[in-house]
């Protein structure tokens, strides 16, 4: 193998490990080689109650803790948010989807 292959694919290597600093926050405490730790970001199952009908959605874990978090702040419980988003979302988005949009929009404003 000729030296300017050698050090194209070292180039091309490098290029691959480094992470642009605004994706940072993906890596979860991780290493960027170790990917066993998928418990941060694998969706998981939670019951849930809207009005009195209970339930279970599957989200991401960070947008559970963001709904915890809300709740916090708003001084409310996860099931009465899930209630409210539910009444409010639009048919075509799925309850999932809903909360996840919900989630992102109210840190989005708190921050602006």
């Not at 009465?80 to 048919?91: G, K």
Request: hydrophobic content about 40%.
């Amino acid at each position: 193998m000729s030296k300017l292959v050698r050090n194209n694919i070292r180039v091309a290597q490098t290029r691959e490990k480094e992470t642009p600093h605004y994706l940072q926050a993906l890596s979860f405490g991780r290493e960027a080689d170790d990917d066993t730790d998928l418990e941060a970001v694998i969706p998981f199952r939670r019951n849930v109650r809207i009005g009195r009908h209970r339930t279970s959605i599957r989200i991401e874990p960070a947008f559970w803790n963001g709904l915890r978090q809300i709740a916090r702040l708003e001084q409310t419980s996860v099931n009465q948010i899930v209630t409210d988003v539910d009444a409010n979302r639009p048919p075509e988005l799925t309850r999932a989807c809903a909360l996840r949009v919900f989630v992102v929009s109210y840190f989005q404003n708190r921050a602006s």
